[in-house]
């Protein structure tokens, strides 16, 4: 699989995608009207939230993506493979905290955690 994520001329080529997190919030409004009967507001969910871990070989490439996307940037995440596990997007990164570690299994990779937030066109 090939991940990339790109801003203007910014581009992060992680070597792959380990953990992806998605979260939608319901936007539908329920009311209970004073007869006891239920009013339905229907809306669409809430776009995408949540979590991307971004897999590096070396410690300076995962704060080297970590220095890109702590710049407020839309990014465009693309993946390509015969079935692509995370869909491609257009995301800001949300939230306050990103984190990056050591891969405790390996002790070898380094893991960037990303929140982020779909942006829809």
């Given at each position: 699989m ?8 910014s ?10 997190r ?10 209970t ?11 669409p969910?809430?776009?995408?939230s949540?979590?991307?871990v ?8 995962a ?8 710049t ?6 693309t993946?390509t493979?015969p079935?692509?596990?995370?869909p ?13 570690e050591?891969?405790p ?13 779909e942006?829809?066109?």
């Amino acid at each position: 699989m090939s991940v990339s994520i790109t801003s203007g001329a910014s581009t992060i080529t992680p070597l792959d995608i380990i953990g992806y997190r998605a979260r939608t919030e319901a936007n539908s409004v329920v009311k209970t009207l004073l007869s006891g009967a239920v009013a339905v507001t229907a809306r669409p969910d809430s776009p995408r939230s949540g979590d991307l871990v971004l897999l590096f070989a070396t410690a300076a490439t995962a704060w080297a993506a970590h220095a890109l996307l702590t710049t407020v940037k839309v990014w465009t995440l693309t993946t390509t493979a015969p079935e692509p596990t995370q869909p491609s997007m257009k995301f800001v990164r949300a939230r306050s905290e990103m984190t990056i570690e050591l891969d405790p299994e390996t002790r070898v990779v380094w893991l960037l955690t990303v929140p982020y937030q779909e942006v829809l066109p």
